[in-house]
């Protein structure tokens, strides 16, 4: 079956529902935007009239604006040259010209001078660089009047070098502080390392005294007993020399009377015999007579030779025995140890010694660097961080004025204020349309 179209007959009109409206109702045209300004065009230009009059009383009441501007440059290094002159701390001359440019934009500057000389008001403050001169910087303060406008800039840079020259003195002076307390304490240390020295060689000193006196009197106690032992042994080798000699002699004698006595009885039988060999026999015993007579005479002999030996002995046991009396009746060993007389003066000398001083190595150079920077006077130091390339110059007319952008300013405002009151009244006569035709 074929469809129809645009038949009106196939689809009913829509009836939109109680209570609704179309959101072309609420949109507001040009035209109804300047019929709504149009009709309340006495309310804005009240208001923008009001707003600009306010503006020109208040833009006459404001004073002129006048500005003060100084021009700096970095230091010398002989403006920070008393800091490095005192051997402490060396800071350049781009440094300081650093802190007092920070210094100068510190938000503390403006009140602590403002403090420190009972001032009123919060001037406009500038920092600015001339890119042009390399290391340039100008100061600028806009203010109500000429000159005190140029005696905020002089007294702003001034203390700004006193801050910060107090900052690096106070650093300076900590330094000194610590340098001084460095040495007093390397020369505290020092004397007390030499007196630890000098106490430990005199400790040593001590010790090896009684070592070698322990060992003097060890060596005197093994002498007299080698001579002890010694003496023992040459008595017992005496005595034992003597009873050999003694046994060897009484066996000659013995022999010798056996021989003698068979000699005499020989001859008695040879006597018997026969008288005509008597003289023979006699001529014989003379014989044998001198012959013994001769081996007394070695007897005698051997006795002396004993006598010798013995008397050889005796004065080596009274030698012996002198020494070991004399040994055993020494009172010190002092005498003979060798070098104890310069360890007893080194001794005294360490102990009567009353200063350790002479005797630290560079302890003089460290003394005499103390009394230097202990007379360093660092209150007097003078130090500048800037150099004043021209001095604060004040403009003879105000700067600028602000009353014409003020009036305008405000006469906008306004408007402004004049077309919104004249809309939002609009708004509110339409809701009270709506509400009383509901």
Known sequence: MAMTPNNPNTHPPQVPPPGYYSPAEDEISLIELWNVLAGRWRLIAATTLLATLIAIVYA????????????????????????????????????????????????SLLDHYKSEHSLEGNPSLIINSDNKIPGSLNLSIEWHDPDEAAGWVDGLSEMANKLVV????????????????????????????????????????????????????????????????????????AQKKREDRIETIESTISSKRNLAQKQREDRIVVIGESLEIVN???????????????????????????????????????????????????????????GLDDLEDEKVTLLNRTSDDPFIPGLSQLEKELVRLK??????????????????????????????RIITLGGIIGLMGGVFLAFLLNFIQNQKNRSEEG
């Open 166 to 237: 107090e900052q690096l003195l106070s650093n300076l002076d900590n330094n000194l502080h610590h340098q001084i307390e460095s040495i007093e304490n390397t020369i505290s240390s020092e004397r007390k390392r030499a007196q630890k020295k000098r106490e430990d060689r005199i400790e040593t000193i001590e010790s090896t005294i009684s070592s070698e006196r322990k060992r003097a009197q060890k060596k005197r106690e093994d002498r007299i007993e080698t001579i002890e032992s010694t003496i023992s042994s040459e008595r017992k080798r």
């Open 60 to 107: 006459l009441t404001i004073p002129p604006l006048y500005k003060a501007t100084a021009y700096f440059l970095p230091p010398s290094e002989q403006d920070v040259a008393p800091i490095g002159d005192a051997g402490v701390q060396d800071v350049s001359a781009d440094e300081a010209y650093s802190l007092f440019k920070q210094m100068l934009s510190s938000k």
């Open 375 to 404: 007379s360093i006077n660092i209150s007097n130091t003078s130090i500048n961080t800037y150099t004043l390339d021209q001095p604060a110059l004040s403009s003879s007319y105000p700067i600028k004025s602000n009353r014409r």
């Open 280 to 338: 023979a026999q006699i001529e014989n015993t003379i014989s044998l007579l001198q012959k013994f007579s001769q081996s007394y005479a070695n007897h005698e002999s051997t006795q002396q030779e004993i006598l010798k030996t013995h008397l050889k002995l005796s004065n080596e046991s009274t030698a012996l025995q002198t020494e070991k009396v004399m040994l055993q009746n020494r009172s010190s060993d002092d005498r003979f140890i060798s």
